[in-house]
């Protein structure tokens, strides 16, 4: 699905009235019954028995709360219209609905954040309409203005929230909050789903959002290009590569996984487990000479050996010449789960970086291997380099992902030739054209540690079995939080552990196969 930004917006609402004159008011008309029809489907009872506030912007987005307000009314619902802003503020559009409101009985009345009884009002509806702010709000909403207290009372009211266009307060091109912001039970938004609304805080305020026509034709909703997209199941399936039905273990990949050290034992074990669950046909996993035993133990379907490594416990250089030689007969490099922070160790990391021309997953100590050394990155152009960095692990290459994780993901990817998977709650893949795709499964169950590395395993395995780089990675992410779903549906989010992730990868796949037929 295409994510648009605000100013795709403003360009898609100025086509649709210049070239196919359109009335503006049509248009907020229609938007006015899409928010309508979305309060009337959340009433608990029949509209005679119930009753909604709307607070509206002196915008066009107020006129849309305005106009479904008047629709409400129309139904049979009690309600009352809060402008919360100036009456000589009022666009055209807000003016001439407010103009219909009337000509229904119903006045526009001025929101006062000091006036209890229309706070109790509100407080006492069954529907609140949130049409305050749009997706063109880009500044601080100042605590102590009446838009921050018209925020504060619909959050502090019992009705089910509908948002139209976007939750109030949340920027439509990062999904930041401004000061404050709306959370929405529902947000009706208009011919495209926005940025803001599939990351960052706005996923979270936005509730569950329906993207609704409003008559602009389709024909120029199909022409905005937007280089964000959220990766769906199709897009999933799209990743999984072929399986011939006479193929043998040699033609499903074969993948190298680098990893591990004295106290982390489990994480290069479940990227291995990972990579083999997800299809891979030879996975070989060279670990420390200190835990060697371990994880031989640990491990069935793939294959350990030792390396090389300090008394500390971790890989040293001296393992280099073995990394490359088992290197030379698999397709994939998956690198650095538990690998330890130790500075030769590190150094070990950049000198494969460097050497090999292998498509590489750097995970975990592989990606804070490049700390300080952002170079050897950049040496890489033109190889495949996945990188999976959470966001502490991020900020140490340099990103900053806080306000704008689409932005910093699109930034860094560009700017190091590689492609970014920022997990988060919002996972987002970035490519170096520019690209950005933002993940749409997941849960709190996967914030826990072992999840990651799960994760490298699945995009390094679909990786050598054939998928392309961004399909790989954005296609994990989703086969992945998935999974963390149905983890989670039966174990409950606190429950879940990454092998009860791994366990159901079989169900996601299944899925993915009969949906495809």
Known sequence: MKLAAAAQMRELDRRAMEERNIPSIDLMERAAAEVAQAALDLLPEKPSKCRAAAFCGAGNNG?????????????GLKVRVFLVGDYDRLTPGAMEETGRLSECGVELEVFDPQDSAQASWARGCQVVLDAVFGVGLSR???????????IDLINSCKGAVVAADIASGVEADTGRVLGRAVQADRTVTFSLKKIGQAVGDGALLSGDVAVRGIGIPASLV??????VQTVEADFARAALPPRKPDGHKGDFGKLLVVGGSVGYTGAPCLTAAAAVRSGCGLVYLGVPNSIWQVEAAKCTSAMPFPLESWRSGAACRKALPAILEKLG??????????????????????EILVQTEKPVVLDADGINALEGHIDILDRRRGRVTILTPHGGEFARLGGTPADDPVGAARAFAQAHGCILVLKGHRTVTAGPEGNVLVNTTGNSGLAKGGSGDLLTGLIASLLAQGASPVMAAAGGSWIHGRAGDLAADALTAYCVTPEDVAAAFPRVFLELQEKGR
Do not use: N
Request: aromatic fraction near 4%; proline fraction near 6%.
């Open 222 to 227: 199909r022409e905005v290009r937007c280089p």
């Open 329 to 350: 007969s698999c397709g994939v490099l998956a690198l650095g789960p538990g690998l330890g922070r130790h500075e030769e160790t590190a150094k070990l990391v950049r």
């Open 63 to 75: 006129g849309d709360g305005i106009g479904a307000a008047r629709l409400l009314f129309l139904m």
């Open 140 to 150: 601080e909403i100042a605590p102590d203005s009446k838009f921050a207290a018209a």
